[in-house]
């Protein structure tokens, strides 16, 4: 089946810095997901997004289908972005999550 | 606010007791999942129902049961559970066809087997 990688696994920051996510994927895929799971353990939607770049507010994300990987990035990071970040992608072997980016942003 | 509601938000049950899990979502959507999410690790499969019926089921044990009443609701039942079967335990709801269209999730259920 198809394998999600990210990375880094786990990242610490101060609060005001930015950051840059990475999935990559080893097969091509119908659409791919990026969330958000918060403490509480709800996972958010962040970005839909099988290809080209789109920006929400501080995040923005960009996913180059042809070299099979995604990023998502994060400006001016805020304590309530900590959490863990997955990405998720659609093939035909359904959807498949990557083991997801721990972020912790410290005040 | 998320769209996909889930009931209850924490349940605790011995081995013997009989518990449901509900989840509802107004989205129109006719394809509908449950996941299993044990700690820091990604969600995992289940049970994937599209126009209420089941299409997927990931060799899940007979001990979880799920039923799509309608095109809005789905439900888990529990049975005989082991302590290992604790779990978050998330609904998502998509477009179909399945596996295809954006994936909602609802806030999961924390679930503890004593």
């Known amino acids: 089946g198809i394998q999600v990688e990210q990375s880094p696994p786990d990242l610490i920051l101060q609060e005001g810095a930015n950051s840059t996510l990475r999935c990559n994927f080893s097969?091509?895929?119908?659409?791919l997901q990026w969330f958000h799971q918060n403490p509480w353990g709800q996972l958010i939607n962040l970005f839909y997004?099988?290809?080209g770049t789109k920006q929400n507010g501080r995040l923005s994300a960009t996913t180059v289908a042809t070299e099979r990987y995604s990023l998502l990035y994060i400006s001016s990071s805020q304590t309530t972005d900590s959490g863990v970040y997955f990405c998720?992608?659609?093939?035909?072997?359904?959807?498949?999550f990557g083991k997801g980016t721990h972020l912790i942003i410290q005040p | 606010d998320t769209e996909v509601t889930q009931t209850p938000k924490h349940l605790v049950m011995g081995m013997t007791n009989k518990k449901s899990l509900k989840c509802e979502q107004h989205?129109?959507?006719?394809?509908m999942y449950w996941y299993k999410q044990k700690a820091k690790k990604p969600p995992e499969l289940m049970f994937v129902?599209?126009?209420?019926?089941?299409?997927i089921n990931e060799s899940v044990p007979s001990r979880f049961s799920p039923e799509c009443p309608n095109s809005s609701l789905l439900n888990l039942h529990l049975h005989a559970l082991q302590p290992e079967d604790s779990a978050l335990y998330l609904c998502?709801?998509?477009?179909?066809?399945?596996?295809?269209?954006?994936?909602?999730f609802g806030e999961g259920s924390r679930l503890t087997v004593l």
């Open positions: 998502a709801s998509s477009q179909v066809p399945a596996n295809t269209g954006e994936l909602f």
């Open positions: 097969d091509s895929v119908n659409n």
């Open positions: 997004i099988p290809s």
């Open positions: 998720a992608v659609r093939s035909a072997d359904g959807l498949t």
């Open positions: 989205m129109g959507h006719r394809a």
């Open positions: 129902y599209s126009y209420e019926k089941l299409s």
